[in-house]
């Protein structure tokens, strides 16, 4: 079974720069998120997507962040303009619906960006 | 209330010998905890989790023991192995199923020959 995919896997860009990060869950997952992980730190929930609809973006930068799931499957998170303080690994995960049951979050490698 | 507390920072252990880590909570509503093992350059991957209806999940030889009353767990590595060094996440969830995982700030656990 094939994992979750993102790319580009890096980006080096300048602030004010935009960028855009993709991501394929694992077939047949319907919950997909997107977390932040500064270096040192764990990762952050930005956005929760179940099929193509927002569950949680409470934390999502808003002014800057913006992000969509178009068909219920692929994913892209977009930075615009990007600050410096951006710089983190952006990881992308899926699961499967759950039946008020916990399912297990897998986590694609992760696309590590640098705002200079 | 939303925060998981992970300590130590960093560890370094004998090969053979026993890592612990630790974490705590405070929100009485998480109702799952999982432990993620992080690799350098690769995406948290799921090691073992625990619900709190059971004090102890083991799984080969990694344990994690589950202290509902004092809202703390932690994770034990038997027989610690080179490679096993990468860095490890305690993080918790609430109820309902699908819900973001909040994640403590990580373990830096190294093993040496």
């Known amino acids: 079974e094939a994992g979750v995919a993102q790319s580009p896997r890096y980006k080096i860009i300048e602030k004010r720069q935009s960028v855009a990060f993709w991501c394929n869950p694992i077939s047949g997952h319907a919950t997909l998120y997107w977390y932040q992980q500064i270096l040192g730190q764990g990762p952050k929930l930005l956005i929760q997507f179940q099929n193509n609809g927002v569950v949680d973006d409470s934390q999502l930068p808003k002014d800057r962040f913006s992000a969509e799931r178009l068909k219920g499957v692929d994913s892209t998170l977009k930075i615009q303009p990007a600050k410096l303080e951006d710089s983190a690994v952006y990881l992308c995960?899926?699961?499967?619906?759950?039946?008020?049951?916990?399912?297990?979050?897998?986590f694609g490698p992760g696309t590590r960006l640098l705002v200079l | 209330q939303q925060q998981v507390k992970q300590s130590p920072q960093s560890l370094i252990v004998q090969k053979g010998g026993i890592s612990i880590i630790n974490c705590a909570y405070e929100n009485t509503a998480f109702d799952y905890f999982p432990w993620y093992q992080q690799f350098p350059g690769k995406g948290p991957a799921l090691l073992i989790a625990?619900?709190?209806?059971?004090s102890e999940k083991k799984e080969g030889r990694f344990t994690i023991s589950f202290n509902k009353s004092a809202k703390q767990f932690s994770l034990h590595i038997m027989d610690s192995q080179p490679g096993d060094s990468a860095t490890y996440f305690c993080?918790?969830?609430?109820?309902?199923?699908?819900?973001?995982?909040?994640f403590g700030k990580g373990t830096r656990l190294s093993v040496i020959a």
């Open positions: 995960a899926s699961s499967l619906i759950g039946q008020g049951l916990q399912e297990t979050q897998y």
């Open positions: 625990i619900r709190p209806d059971v």
């Open positions: 993080a918790a969830s609430m109820r309902g199923g699908n819900t973001p995982l909040v």
